[in-house]
């Protein structure tokens, strides 16, 4: 059973490989809030396409990067974000009051929270990177 | 289903929100129930540009909800051929009404002074615009998004100086690479001391059966993307045609002379994508991603010193500002078109003016004290550039009879056989044969867009249809836009969306219909709109169409004028008009 304890060191995480391919249709943001909350909405998704300066501007792509030491969990004063011996990160919904110490300790502000007070946290699950027309998102394997 | 009405009174600086399920349950949405808002709105016979005359902004059930649903209407007695005012542009516009919780948008009155709109979800301010009076529409977008709300989601509206100055064919930027470009909304924000709206919001839209609105979206996504339907728009993009139609002879060259142009190979869409293009960029919520944009550099100095400018190309800017004005370079027409964009001008409109303008001088209809010693030739970009200025500016009868449009112009001066109108509004860039020039002739806004003529015409190239067959399709297309213009869907996608696809998306939100129910409502939309046009005057009979269209050899031809009288007959019948 070599190949599971393979699988279960490797996480797999979401990787902007070509930040400069974006045509900023917000397909991603989309697909993220479709297939994760069943809802057509830019604010649930946890991942964000910001303009700079515009259309005329580059897009930026704001993803979680799936840190190895996450801030977020650290933050986090009611557990959570809970942080798995494989490096995931957990998101336990009931637990979080929307205190917002999470997004603010992520420097990047890949966490933000959603209408109900509760935090928009990406599971890396990938739904986004299939609905990108341009090969701007990729899966990796997180090297432990 | 948000079925939500904004109404903001600039008189009075007041706003409230309506619910109209009575309307959205009728007309479903988009062109649907924004024609019946102007007919509600508008008064019979109000001038354009009074107080009187409202501005209307429509989304429909699949805005921002399934991939290229992109297209905010607008609605508006036009002050171009003062009768239906109706314009369709992308961006992120419609997307942020959706978020906003609006599907409909009315404006009514005007304001005193100079003011823009900002709307923030339910919260409607109208705010202090004099500063930026007199600002060409790109840079007025730099300075709202400084101070405005919602980066990312928002979507800002702006004339340039074109709408300020009431030239009749000014349009509506929109997020600087789209636009209300047809029949005069600009000069309608004008005319209410409107420069600007920006919209944004944070709602957003539960859907009733995830799943299989999750199968339909799949499904139209993959179409899109994955298969060739719409390789034309994500490559070349419309550019594309240039070569094309030049090949076919329906390229108009020099104000129609001609129907191919010896330098189409310069301003191509390959030429344009091998050698300017630097990026695309999409609208909203669609994957396609066929806004072209072309970098114009041009040296300033012997120093490696350059001035970088951004700016999008499209076909029928080509034609109007490249081939019909003669222009060889694409430096030449990108400059023309970033002046457009500058002064907030509809491309096609000025280029259709200019040209007229320019065989006028050449036949020595007007002469140089009437263009104040501008020398309009066919390719002198420069003097195109100094006539663009003076359109705004209108320093003299000449410049302010030019902006009232082609057929005013020819009005006051003559040439009137090759001033290129239909319907009161400057014709595409199409020479292709009998179903573009009576398709705009009957269209509801003359445009191009309504029934695709051109098309009709190239399948007519390859395999003669008789007159019955051309007026049928044209009706076919013409009712069935008034229903994919109430989704609002970009009509580059039409192909995609089938009417069995409409039927499941619709059904995925909630929203019941068969292909009948669909049918029969496209056809009541376009009576509707032609309610409005008879309403105010327009009288099919009294079509005034220029003689060049049948003196130039089209790519079907020489187009006889008893073909189009009697496609007349048929559609008049066919229609129940008798």
Redesign the interface.
């Known amino acids: 059973m070599a190949g599971s304890d393979e699988r279960k060191k490797r996480r797999r995480r979401l990787k902007v490989a070509h930040p400069e391919r974006c045509?900023?249709?917000?397909?991603c943001m989309?697909a993220c809030?479709?297939?994760n909350t069943?809802?057509?909405?830019?604010?649930?998704s946890a991942i964000?396409?910001?303009?700079q300066?515009?259309?005329?501007g580059d897009f930026a792509v704001v993803i979680c990067r799936a840190c190895k030491d996450p801030p977020c969990v650290r933050a986090c004063p009611r557990g959570a974000l809970e942080k798995r011996e494989n490096g995931r990160v957990v998101f336990k919904r009931e637990l979080c009051d929307g205190c917002g110490a999470c997004a603010e300790a992520c420097l990047i502000r890949a966490i933000s929270i959603d209408?109900e007070g509760k935090a928009i946290k990406c599971k890396h699950c990938g739904a986004c990177v299939a609905?990108c027309?341009?090969g701007v998102l990729e899966m990796e394997e997180v090297e432990e | 289903m948000l079925r939500r009405v904004l109404y903001i009174d600039l008189d009075k600086k007041e706003s409230f929100v309506e619910d109209r399920y009575d309307l959205f349950e009728e007309w479903l949405g988009g062109t649907g129930v924004a024609t019946q808002l102007l007919l509600e709105e508008c008064p019979e016979g109000a001038d354009p540009l009074s107080p009187r005359a409202p501005i209307i902004f429509g989304i429909g059930p699949l805005t921002?909800?399934f991939?290229a649903m992109t297209k905010t209407v607008a609605a508006f007695k036009s002050p171009l051929n003062g009768e239906l005012g109706e314009s369709y542009a992308g961006?992120r516009l419609a997307?942020a009404m959706r978020?906003a919780g609006h599907e409909g948008l009315v404006i009514r009155g005007a304001a005193e002074s100079p003011c823009y709109i900002s709307i923030r979800d339910d919260e409607v301010k109208i705010k202090d615009a004099t500063s930026i009076w007199g600002v060409p529409a790109t840079v007025v977008?730099?300075i709202l998004?400084d101070v405005e709300a919602g980066?990312?989601?928002r979507s800002?509206i702006r004339i340039g100086p074109g709408g300020e100055r009431l030239v009749r064919y000014a349009g509506v930027v929109v997020?600087?690479?789209r636009h209300f470009g047809r029949l005069g909304l600009g000069a309608v924000f004008g005319s209410k001391n409107l420069k600007a709206i920006v919209v944004s919001g944070?709602e957003?839209?539960?859907?009733p059966n995830?799943k299989r609105?999750?199968d339909i979206?799949n499904q139209l996504?993959k179409t899109v993307?994955q298969t060739d339907a719409m390789e034309k728009y994500h490559d070349i993009g419309t550019p594309i045609n240039v070569n094309v139609l030049n090949q076919m002879k329906g390229l108009p060259t020099r104000n129609f002379q001609d129907s191919s142009f010896e330098a189409a190979e310069r301003i191509s869409g390959e030429n344009l994508a091998d050698n300017y293009l630097f990026r695309?960029?999409?609208?909203?919520?669609?994957?396609?991603?066929c806004i072209h944009i072309g970098m114009l550099k041009t040296s300033f100095s012997r120093h490696h010193e350059f001035e970088i400018r951004?700016i999008s190309y499209d076909y029928e800017l080509i034609y109007a500002l490249g081939s019909n004005l003669g222009v060889t370079t694409p430096e030449g027409m990108l400059e023309l078109i970033e002046a457009c964009e500058r002064q907030g001008l509809d491309a096609i409109s000025t280029g259709v003016v200019l040209a007229w303008a320019t065989e006028a001088l050449d036949r020595g209809i007007i002469t140089e004290e009437e263009t104040l010693g501008v020398p309009l030739k066919w390719d002198g970009v420069e003097g195109y550039l100094e006539a663009i200025e003076r359109i705004v500016k209108a320093p003299n009868d000449f410049y302010s009879t030019l902006a009232r449009g082609v057929v005013a112009a020819s009005d006051r001066y003559g040439g009137k056989d090759f001033a290129m109108a239909l319907g009161g509004n400057e014709v595409a860039g199409y020479h292709t044969g009998p179903a573009f020039i009576f398709g705009l002739a009957v269209g509801v806004r003359h445009s191009h867009l309504d029934n695709a003529g051109y098309s009709i015409d190239q399948a007519a190239a390859k395999k003669p249809l008789t007159p019955e067959e051309m007026v049928d399709a044209i009706i076919a297309e013409d009712d069935a836009r008034g229903v994919y213009n109430s989704l609002i869907g970009c009509l580059f996608a039409r192909g995609v969306y089938t009417p069995d696809r409409i039927v499941e998306a619709l059904g995925s939100v909630g929203i019941e219909k068969t292909k009948d129910d669909l049918q029969i409502l496209g056809r009541k939309i376009f009576d509707e709109k032609y309610r409005f046009k008879l309403r105010e005057g327009f009288d099919l009979s009294k079509s005034r169409i220029p003689r060049r269209f049948y003196e130039t050899a089209s790519t079907v031809g020489i187009v006889d004028p008893e073909t189009i009288e009697t496609m007349m007959e048929i559609y008049r019948e066919r229609r129940g008009w008798g």
Not at chain 2, 280 to 289: D, E, N, Q, T
């Open positions: 045509i900023g249709c917000l397909s989309f809030s479709r297939i069943g809802r057509a909405s830019l604010d649930r964000r396409v910001k303009t300066g515009g259309l005329e209408a609905f027309p341009h | 921002a909800l991939p961006g997307m978020f977008g730099y998004r980066v990312g989601r800002i997020d600087t690479y944070t957003d839209v539960e859907l995830s609105y999750r979206y996504f993307v695309r960029v999409s609208c909203a919520h669609c994957p396609i991603g951004k």
